[in-house]
């Protein structure tokens, strides 16, 4: 349905813009302007073209007359217009052959002259009215040549502005380049200061690591050297307890012995008896002063050995003593190494955070840099197309003078051939 | 009705060859017009070509009532392009030629 609504108006508008055409013909040929076009009635004839499909929406016609109404108008219409064209093919062919053969002939009659003349006269007309034309054209293109040129030295300011700012973005661009390679180096230097802090902090975890180990052993040896005081304390206490127990036991036997060599002596005072008795008695009492001298020196030894050992024991308190103060020394060392660490510690995280702190400049910089390149590059471009654009108004200057010469260049042909002609 | 059909194709065939014969005749003329309405010149003739196209299809259809040698879809088919393509493309070459040549002379 639509295909048929859209069939049907595609032939009102053919009529139509036939119709256009042909005010649009006959408007231009009446003001004069198609002066110059010699197959005027071709066109007029063809214009009758709108006729057959006129017809063909007639509805008041049967469709077989309609068919036929068409075709004969189309062969009709067709037919003037190659009789008109052979014609006017002819008119334009003929003459011009006829007087070319007559030159060459050398057989030039008057009337044929006078045609020539008259077809001459009107050509130079033509060329008059053409070299009023391109004189019109030149002074047209005299004032686009201007302004051109106008548009040239603007061009040129803009170009010389526009290289001005390329100069200062490579310069921009040197100096980012530059501050580019000093924040390398910064950050080559910080990454060196990184990798030595890195360095002093293993050297401090193995200091630390080792002062531990350190502690363990002084431990160790405290432990050890506690273990074996206990049993010194020990001995001492068995021997102390052994030897005055012996050194009591002695004494009472002693003092027993005093007593009965007293009571023998007062026997003997007393009595007074027998001398062989007392003899033997004295003998006894010999021996056994003896033994008592001996076992006097017994204690004596042993009291010396007691003393010894109490100095042995004084040296070892002494060595014990002694191992304490440096153990207590060695505590201070650790505490004042654990604070040296600590302070390492904390200034190694100040330095941590301001490394950070240089990082994340640097980037923000770097970030600043890459948007700030890219501002540059869009400028660039820019700068690149204005070239181009410049470039291709060139171009266009060039063509239109080209053009130019060569319209000049025809006149100046045409001028010749009319004076030919004249002659 | 034979006999009509037979006239019409006859005519339009005799239309086909004198627009080609026209078309020929204008390609020469134009050498000899002004280099200026060349362009417009070209146009019309490219409009002619597009009625010579029209008219080629209608020999082609009335041929086939005829001798039958086209299937009648193949021939609904050409019969739109006809309508719908060839003849307002003749239309608007013509108005276009009109158009160049009216502007390429007044420039």
Redesign the interface.
């Known amino acids: 349905m639509a295909?048929e609504t859209?069939?049907n108006i595609?032939?009102y508008?053919?009529v139509l813009?036939?119709l256009?055409?042909a005010y649009?013909?006959y408007k231009?040929k009446y003001s004069g302007?198609?002066d110059?076009?010699?197959?005027k009635k071709?066109?007029d004839i063809?214009?009758l073209?709108f006729i057959p499909?006129l017809i063909r929406k007639l509805s008041f016609l049967k469709s077989?007359d309609k068919?036929?109404l068409d075709?004969?108008l189309?062969?009709l219409v067709?037919?003037i217009?190659?009789l008109f064209?052979?014609k006017?093919?002819r008119d334009?062919?003929g003459p011009r052959a006829k007087v070319i053969k007559e030159i060459k002939a050398k057989e030039l009659t008057s009337e044929i002259a006078k045609k020539e003349l008259k077809i001459v006269e009107k050509r130079k007309k033509d060329l008059e009215k053409?070299e009023k034309e391109i004189v019109k054209?030149i002074d047209k293109l005299n004032s686009k040549e201007k302004t051109i040129k106008n548009k040239e030295k603007d061009t040129n300011k803009k170009i010389g502005k526009l290289e001005k700012e390329k100069q200062e973005l490579k310069n921009k661009i040197k100096e980012f380049s530059k501050d580019k390679n000093q924040t390398k180096k910064e950050t080559k230097s910080l990454e060196g200061k990184n990798l030595e802090l890195q360095r002093k902090q293993k050297e401090l975890d193995y200091e630390i690591i080792k002062l531990n180990k350190e502690k363990e052993d002084i431990n160790n040896k405290k432990n050890e050297l506690k273990s074996r005081q206990k049993k010194l304390d020990d001995y001492y206490r068995k021997l102390e307890d052994n030897l005055y127990g012996k050194i009591d036991t002695q004494k009472k036997v002693l003092k027993l012995k005093a007593k009965e060599i007293y009571d023998l002596e007062k026997e003997l005072q007393d009595k007074s008896i027998d001398v062989e008795k007392n003899r033997k008695i004295e003998e006894k009492l010999k021996k056994e002063k003896e033994e008592l001298d001996k076992e006097k020196i017994k204690v004596k030894d042993d009291l010396n050995f007691l003393k010894s050992k109490e100095e042995d024991l004084n040296v070892e308190k002494e060595e014990l003593d002694a191992l304490k103060v440096k153990m207590e020394k060695l505590k201070e060392k650790l505490e004042q190494d654990k604070s040296k660490i600590k302070e390492r510690k904390q200034e190694l995280e100040i330095l941590g955070g301001e490394i950070e702190k240089e990082k994340d400049n640097f980037m923000f910089e770097k970030m600043k840099f890459s948007k700030d390149k890219k501002y540059y590059k869009e400028k660039e471009d820019k700068f690149e197309k204005q070239l181009n654009e410049f470039v291709e108004k060139e171009k266009q200057l060039r063509k239109l003078e080209q053009k130019l010469k060569e319209d000049q260049e025809k006149i100046e042909i045409l001028k010749k051939s009319v004076k030919f002609e004249d002659l | 009705m034979i006999m009509q059909e037979y006239i019409l194709t006859g005519i339009n065939v005799l239309s086909f060859v004198f627009i080609v014969l026209s078309v020929l005749v204008m390609i020469k003329i134009k050498k000899f017009e002004d280099l200026r309405l060349g362009n417009g010149f070209k146009v019309l003739i490219l409009g002619f070509f597009f009625l010579g196209l029209f008219l080629l299809i209608n020999v082609i259809r009335y041929l086939n009532t005829i001798f039958q040698f086209v299937q009648e879809n193949y021939l609904s088919y050409l019969f739109n392009i006809e309508e719908l393509i060839l003849i307002p493309l003749f239309a608007i070459c013509f108005l276009a030629a009109i158009i160049l040549f009216k502007e390429n002379i007044k420039l």
Do not use: C, H, M, R
Request: hydrophobic share 70%; net charge negative.
């Open positions: 295909f859209l069939l595609q032939g508008v053919v813009i036939l256009i055409a649009t013909w231009a302007i198609l110059l076009f010699k197959a071709l066109v063809a214009l073209l499909f077989t068919d036929v075709s004969v189309f062969l067709l037919l217009i190659t064209s052979l006017e093919y334009i062919k053409q054209d």
